[in-house]
């Protein structure tokens, strides 16, 4: 099973607009340049995008030839990429799993085009496809979110961002099945103090103490962070890792 990382980002990704300090000036000249939250698991001959907020969607596809996709959440930027090729021509309709939201986003589900959002994924009801078991977690997010657990050739691996914190259900999930490897949202710098909806520096290090993974990445990283991480440096814990765009894991 290998993860790559999509895209590691928040909503506003790295560069921000309008922003010229010296993280942005640097992402816009290549380094350290964060996208859409989004990542693709590949096992055997398949492969299963997490998130599709990327505009190069169709792109992508060509790719990795995505099997089917999953959503955490209906959030815009964890869509996007789907309002573009909805309207695309296949034989087949394109899978796309998620949380029951009557909502969505926009018009996203009324005219759904290619895709099939026919089948919603439930909290702890574990399904399996080509072979890897998937069970979605609860997060605490503003709309309906999951994170998924993947179980495959006996490697596991939690996906979980959006997030500020876990329910307790999920942790005590994760105590029981502890993961290889844990990816967690890390939005904001340490000690935030206007943080809503996604873990600070400090929360996702606080969650990796109690689950105690064999590794975890950062993602969702936000241009606050990173600045942070420029002006100050920080130290991690062992087996702590920063998720940067195009970062590949073996498991």
């Known amino acids: 099973m290998k993860l790559t990382f999509l895209g590691t980002g928040d909503a506003a990704g790295v560069p921000l607009f309008g922003c010229d300090c010296d993280t942005c000036m640097q992402a816009r000249r290549g380094m350290g340049m964060r996208r859409a939250c989004s990542a693709v698991i590949r096992f055997g001959s398949s492969s299963i995008l997490i998130d599709a907020g990327r505009g190069d969607?169709?792109?992508?596809?060509?790719q990795y030839n995505f099997d089917r996709i999953l959503l955490t959440h209906y959030h815009a930027d964890h869509v996007l990429g789907l309002f573009h090729i909805r309207w695309g021509s296949r034989d087949s309709a394109i899978a796309v799993h998620g949380p029951a939201d009557e909502q969505g986003c926009a018009d996203l589900l009324k005219h759904a085009g290619i895709l099939d959002f026919s089948s919603c994924m439930q909290p702890f009801e574990s399904r399996s496809f080509e072979d890897?078991?998937?069970?979605?977690?609860?997060?605490?997010?503003?709309k309906p979110t999951l994170g998924y657990f993947f179980d495959y050739d006996g490697k596991r691996l939690a996906y979980l961002t959006d997030t500020l914190e876990l329910p307790a259900a999920t942790e005590s999930f994760l105590l029981e099945n502890r993961p290889d490897l844990l990816v967690i949202d890390s939005c904001f710098p340490p000690d935030c103090e206007h943080k809503r909806n996604h873990n600070d520096l400090d929360d996702a290090l606080n969650i990796h103490r109690r689950i105690t993974p064999g590794e975890t990445w950062l993602t969702h990283i936000g241009h606050g962070l990173d600045s942070f991480w420029q002006q100050q440096g920080i130290e991690l814990p062992d087996h702590v890792f920063v998720a940067a765009d195009g970062d590949e894991i073996n498991l």
Do not use: V
Not at 57 to 62: K, P, R, V
Not at 132 to 142: E, G, Q, V
């Open 57 to 62: 969607l169709a792109e992508l596809f060509d």
């Open 132 to 142: 890897i078991s998937i069970t979605p977690l609860p997060l605490n997010h503003s």
